[in-house]
């Protein structure tokens, strides 16, 4: 009954973790949650309402399958007023989702035989909608030595004539790690050499800095604008996650691809979300700014705490709103009732189900010597999940 394309597919395990902590708080116990990629703030006020005025005005009707004219020259204005990218209407679809723009470009894109190259620790989706799409990820391990960033010799090692694309995500999810316009720049010298070959530029976490600016492959290197996707969306940034919107701009080619799979798949997204994510782009930045403000404040504390826990290597990461240490020391160590730590999912279930704190293991991001911590939850909620943190790495013992 069940196709073999689904049988392939891992199910996301952040949201495992999330569904297993909120099981465990259901039966009462204490559980703070790390795991979700969630701002824990409330969109702001002149974009509720602004949506709040569409359903009063009855704009809750079906829109242009690729968004309203409206959203997409709103985002033509954004990308050329915050990133001085030149894109038309044509080039933007607006989606159910930045994850949905990723998924549909794959499907747009990847043919049986086709191979994606994704850094890892990667965003947990990412291989299985290659996967979906009938193509194949291919791995690029990266080290926290150089914190998580892939080298452009590595790059260079793993085309092949299969190459199909090239994942970048700045900044990265699970890391936080974003990269400087000086190593774009090395990057894109590797990929002016395979001319043939798509980038799929993620950048969900523009508004998510903590050290000077975002920068993406295209301020790098706008000459490969032509085989470039650049895919962002409402939710970090904005506190958006339940609206549901995300676009992609890219070349008209891929953008009218990409729009013919949506109009079969979901058409567009919610008209409501869309005169939501128009007033996000035209109106003011002020409760971004204070968000930001809150995750750099969380951020340096977070790092600094889990530095104190011995064994723990923990590099302060630049955007997004995650840490990701290593706990390989850890690793092959025993708890009180004698179960080995074999990996970092044992850890992760470790320190949910005795210490009450959810955290996403590293295996699920293709790194295994590592989690992520997620610090978008308040900060008397972070101090006391360290405590609980500190407590279950100490309580760990030798085998």
Not at 51 to 67: L, P, Q, R, S, V
Not at 319 to 326: K, L
Not at 335 to 346: A, L, N, Q, R
Request: contains cysteine; glycine residues 8%; hydrophobic residues 40%.
């Amino acid at each position: 009954m069940i196709s073999q394309r689904a049988k392939n597919l891992s199910p996301s395990e952040t949201l495992k973790i999330s569904a297993k902590a909120k099981e465990l708080i259901r039966q009462g116990k204490s559980v703070i949650s790390l795991s979700a990629g969630e701002p824990d703030f409330k969109t702001p006020g002149h974009i509720c309402a602004a949506a709040i005025k569409a359903i009063e005005d009855g704009f809750h009707g079906y829109t242009m399958n690729t968004g309203t004219p409206e959203l997409r020259q709103a985002i033509v204005d954004k990308l050329k007023r915050d990133n001085g990218l030149e894109y038309s209407p044509a080039d933007i679809v607006v989606s159910n989702g930045a994850k949905q723009s990723i998924g549909f470009t794959f499907l747009a894109t990847i043919d049986p035989g086709d191979e994606v190259i994704i850094p890892s620790p990667y965003w947990v989706s990412y291989p299985e909608m290659v996967k979906l799409a009938g193509g194949t990820p291919v791995v690029l391990k990266t080290s926290i030595k150089n914190n998580y960033k892939l080298q452009p010799e590595d790059l260079d090692a793993l085309m092949t004539n299969n190459t199909k694309a090239l994942v970048l995500c700045s900044p990265s999810n699970p890391t936080g790690a974003m990269y400087t316009p000086d190593e774009l720049k090395e990057i894109a010298k590797v990929l002016r050499n395979y001319p043939d070959v798509l980038i799929i530029s993620d950048e969900i976490y523009e508004y998510i800095v903590f050290e000077g600016e975002h920068t993406g492959i295209l301020q790098a290197a706008p000459d490969l604008q032509d085989r470039t996707v650049l895919i962002n969306g409402f939710s970090k940034g904005f506190a958006m996650t339940g609206w549901r919107l995300g676009y992609l701009a890219g070349p008209a080619e891929i953008a009218s691809a990409v729009a013919k799979i949506q109009s079969q798949e979901t058409s567009a997204p919610s008209s409501i979300s869309q005169k939501a994510g128009e007033a996000a782009y035209n109106g003011p930045l002020d409760d971004v700014l204070t968000m930001r403000k809150a995750f750099k404040e969380r951020r340096d504390y977070v790092v600094n705490a889990l530095l104190e826990i011995p064994g723990l290597n923990c590099f302060m990461p630049s955007g997004a709103f995650y840490v990701f240490p290593d706990c390989s020391a850890y690793l092959g160590k025993k708890t009180k009732d004698g179960s080995v730590i074999h990996t970092s999912t044992d850890l992760c279930i470790y320190l949910l189900e005795q210490h009450g704190v959810a955290a996403v293991p590293g295996d699920a991001f293709g790194e295994p010597a590592g989690f992520r911590i997620s610090y978008a939850v308040s900060m008397d909620q972070l101090k006391e999940a360290i405590k609980r943190l500190k407590k279950g790495f100490n309580e760990l013992e030798d085998e």
